[in-house]
């Protein structure tokens, strides 16, 4: 193993981090946030709700299973989130230099260099997740030993989800019923599970305005960064609330769903980034585990009187969902395709089909 250059985190507050590189070795700045997941490092790695961020994983080794070699099919990637690492850089305790795993091709230490990402390990994240737990996600830097300096950039003041979201119209599948993905940052299983249950998925561009489109039904899939950003998604939603067309959207398709129906949304201390978040359906005793990555939540007191929360968060009563009390609209804000995570809550995507 050759020798690994120093990488120093500097968080906003002027703290440091000082660890060793095992990815790409080049400066880069984001917003720090930690996830709880014991597994599934390809899967968060490529979903496009972590752009912009430096991603710490609490579980401590990294990298002990490699990495499944990806392929594109119809437009979706065979194995992974997205066809490429979205987050500025990934951060561990240790990192395991031999992978062993029966489909895996290479090392998450070629994968990251391969794709330019920053990968940090030595680092005493126990530490460092305390730190953003008590003074909430912070704006952080990581330098290479030798190599230049960069400034804190805030990805919440920029409109990630134009960046993340496709350019043009794809589709996918063949069914009776069509529906209409908003594409704010999908993650390709979403697209999977609407395509394993026999729908023909029109993917569309963030602000496409979809209601020229002939469809059943609409998707608001996830995204990045602060849902303010993507007023012209809420415009565009807004234009079918008077309509009876079914609507689903999952964690900023929550978002959007509620701030197009009048309600608030807010940031979160540290956000909500794991695969073990228990939900409860409100009205009942029913209680789900989910896995979920999302950094802002809706105010629940600000629903108009005919829409209600549909899920809360267990561990701090905050916003897990919204549904309309007389109208086919209904939304989660964590993730019922769970890849990788549970699937306890994939039985959603089979409600939104018998809506159609």
């Not at 709700?49 to 119809?74: K, M, R």
């Not at 960064?225 to 959207?249: F, H, R, W, Y």
């Not at 209904?330 to 995507?349: I, M, N, V, W």
Request: proline share 4%; with cysteine.
């Amino acid at each position: 193993m050759q020798q690994r250059k120093t990488a120093i985190l500097t968080l906003a507050d002027g703290t440091k981090f000082i660890g060793k590189s095992f990815g790409y070795d080049k400066p880069c700045a984001g917003e720090v946030v930690f996830n709880t997941a014991m597994t599934g490092y390809p899967e968060s790695l490529t979903d496009p709700s972590y752009s912009g961020q430096i991603l710490v994983t609490t579980y401590p080794i990294l990298g002990n299973y490699g990495v499944t070699p990806d392929g594109e099919h119809n437009h979706i990637s065979i194995n992974h989130e997205s066809e490429k690492i979205h987050c500025e850089a990934i951060l561990c305790q240790d990192y395991s230099w031999e992978y062993s795993h029966w489909q895996a091709s290479m090392s998450l230490s070629d994968w990251l260099q391969s794709q330019q990402i920053v990968g940090v390990y030595d680092i005493d994240t126990r530490a460092l997740t305390k730190k953003l737990r008590e003074s909430g996600s912070m704006l952080g830097t990581i330098t290479i030993e030798g190599g230049e300096d960069i400034d804190f950039i805030d990805p919440n003041k920029e409109n990630l989800v134009a960046k993340v979201s496709c350019k043009e119209i794809i589709e996918y599948g063949e069914g009776e019923k069509t529906v209409v993905l908003v594409d704010c940052g999908v993650k390709h299983n979403i697209i999977r599970c609407l395509v394993a249950r026999g729908i023909k998925v029109v993917r569309v561009p963030w602000n496409y305005d979809f209601t020229t489109l002939n469809y059943d039904g609409l998707f608001i899939s996830n995204g990045p960064g602060d849902p303010e950003m993507a007023q012209e998604t809420i415009d565009n939603i807004k234009k079918v609330l008077s309509e009876n067309k079914p609507i689903c959207g999952i964690c900023m398709g929550n978002q959007l769903l509620s701030k197009a129906a009048g309600a608030k949304t807010y940031k979160l201390k540290y956000g909500h980034r794991s695969h073990n978040q228990p939900v409860r359906e409100v009205g009942t005793n029913r209680c789900f585990i989910t896995s979920q990555n999302h950094g802002f939540a809706v105010d629940s007191s600000t629903l108009p009187s005919d829409w209600e929360p549909l899920f809360v968060n267990m561990n701090d009563d905050t916003n897990e969902g919204i549904r309309h009390k007389t109208k086919p609209f209904f939304s989660a804000q964590f993730h019922p395709e769970a890849s990788s995570g549970p699937k306890d809550t994939e039985f959603l995507f089979d409600e939104f089909i018998k809506l159609l």
